[in-house]
């Protein structure tokens, strides 16, 4: 613990600051959900296209193209959202870590899960709204995962997946729609299957009965598949080939705490990654 009037030094200390007291974070964030909330209509009613790059594949196609055969498959229009820092701010939770001179430890994030007091991310609550006015089905995938909780009564020591509904009360204390089904909230390991954080096995279980029409995270993995552990260099020149899908079928929200760019700072001290000329 930190004593009130030292100066706190941490890592993440300007980030938090940022996304907590910057109308520029505000603004951001509304930025990039009014331009996708332009777009909902427009991308529900292209049934030959979707922003999933391995949907489009499955059809032989490309995302953001149109894709005869995606058309002729009937699918329901959908837009896949992550969910921490893209609908949910746990800034809270950071600027705790800091407060308390900590790092990221997975009880410590179970028990901020647990707490279900993340705010909505600004720009977002309307997003969600009007997507579903305009009869598109949201779906949530997320990477908090599933963990059994140690616990007196049996019913918490049993439950596979008590942050399922963590975060789907969690949603609606932060003023969202109730969501329609339990299954339009999909955590990294309810299914075997899903146990990875990359999220590409979520989103062809997705692709069998929904049409990606719009993806949106604050991390690249949640656009696309296996990019999330790749260099700076490979990051940068994917984003470079992808360009055209963004802010037209991909939006990105800015998460200068944390995510897989800072993954992609490793091999080498932080500094290095400097440019300084
Ligand atoms: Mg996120």
Redesign the pocket.
Known sequence: MIASGCTVQHDSMNAILWIQTSAEYQSNSEMVFNVAESRLSLLRDKQDVTADIDQAKSFGCSAGTSCPGLAAAGLIPAVVL?????VLDNSVFGARLIKDGGQWRPGAWDDWVSEKSAIAVPGALAFVERARAEGVAVIYVTNRRCSVRGGLSESSSNNPCPQKLDTLENLVTAGYPPLASVDLLILRGERPEWDSSEKQPRRQHIAERYRIMMLI???LG?LASNIKKTSVEERARFVSTHQSLLGEYWFQLT?PAYGSWRGALSGKPAQDYLRLN
């Not at 992550?82 to 893209?86: A, H, I, L, P």
């Open positions: 992550d969910v921490d820092e893209t995270g604050d991390d949640d998460n």
